[in-house]
């Protein structure tokens, strides 16, 4: 019994501990005041090497974000953004990006998680994402200097139109 | 008209070749100091008054009955002097014949013997030479059964063994299911 108590000792005044969740929790800017409607965000996973994005769901009572990519190619490590965005007269406005990675070169399980950094970006967005490229007029559309998620919070400024 | 016909084809097939034969006038002599002459006289029937005319110079002919020393082949034996003239003749069981080798007009005449003669006889069976078997290298000789049927069933079974390895091992997967998840630190 005493080496069971000293184990459980040991264990308990060990490092802090990584928890993986289900699903991402939903950024805190998305609870915000906001000018206009946020709950029409949504969010999307791009993954280098795949042109298409994989749509992700939003549920704002669990505060995750969730959902699955399939058909992602092996063999390689792979970068990945997940976005949120709205859609502005047809078009699409990024409003923040949250990055993260996962090796899949010797992988052999068939579903993997992509552990998504709790790091948000509102201004320094990644256009490409392998290599690594910055692209300020992602997180900026009208590129007058004030980042998308401000513009579209803000009571007067409009993010499609440099003002 | 018939019965002559089985007479003829019941008959034996009459020889009537004379013999041939065949000699080598010697050089050497005998330890004996004597001639060795031999004939080889062939003929489908049984030989019959063979004779050996011989002569020494000057001197008249005297004759001498070769004696058969093997199947085919006669010999005689004359005193190894120099000038010696001869000739031979036989006839076969049919009275074919004569043939001659040499004649009392042109007869064959012998220099003084030189050296002495080979022990060898030409009707002796040629001397078999028995070749040194070869030996060939170790590697270009055939393994042995056991060796290679061992061989081939370790290749086989690491065959298997690495087949079996391959369809049963985790393989790194083609395609992914990707699951973003947050990292929530916890003290």
Request: aromatic share 8%; hydrophobic share 45%; with cysteine.
């Amino acid at each position: 019994m005493r080496p069971l108590v000293l184990v459980l000792l040991v264990a308990a005044c060990g490092e802090s501990q990584t928890v993986v969740n289900q699903g991402v929790p939903l950024p805190d800017f998305l609870m915000l005041d906001c000018n206009r409607d946020l709950s029409e965000a949504g969010a999307r996973l791009r993954i280098s090497g795949h042109a298409a994005a994989c749509p992700l769901s939003i549920d704002r009572d669990q505060q995750t974000v969730s959902g699955e990519c399939a058909q992602i190619s092996a063999g390689v490590e792979r970068k990945v953004v997940l976005e949120y965005y709205v859609l502005i007269d047809g078009e699409l406005l990024v409003l923040a990006q949250q990055s993260g990675s996962v090796d899949l070169t010797e992988t052999q399980l068939d579903r993997q998680t992509v552990t998504i950094a709790p790091a948000l970006a509102t201004r320094r967005c990644l256009g490409s994402l392998h290599p690594a490229e910055i692209n300020f007029s992602l997180c900026d559309n009208d590129g007058d200097g004030m980042e998308n998620l401000v513009e579209y919070c803000h009571e007067t400024r409009e993010p499609l139109i440099a003002e | 008209m018939v019965i002559l016909a089985a007479i003829l084809w019941a008959a034996p097939a009459a020889d009537v070749n004379p013999p041939r034969v065949g000699h080598e006038p010697p050089k050497a002599a005998d330890r004996q100091g004597n001639w060795r002459l031999w004939f080889e006289v062939r003929d489908e029937s049984q030989i019959f008054g063979a004779a050996l005319y011989f002569a020494t110079d000057p001197g008249a002919w005297q004759t001498i009955e070769p004696e058969q020393v093997a199947p085919g082949w006669l010999e005689a034996v004359v005193p190894a002097t120099a000038g010696l003239r001869y000739f031979f003749e036989v006839f076969d069981e049919h009275g074919n014949g004569p043939t001659r080798v040499g004649s009392s007009e042109v007869p064959f005449v012998l220099q003084a013997p030189a050296g002495e003669l080979s022990a060898v006889r030409p009707w002796d069976a040629p001397k078999v030479i028995v070749a040194e078997p070869v030996i060939r290298p170790w590697w270009l000789k055939r393994p042995p059964a056991k060796l290679v049927y061992a061989a081939l069933g370790t290749v086989a079974l690491s065959g298997v063994i690495y087949g079996s390895y391959n369809l049963l091992r985790d393989r790194p997967v083609s395609k992914v299911t990707l699951i973003p998840v947050g990292k929530d630190s916890q003290p």
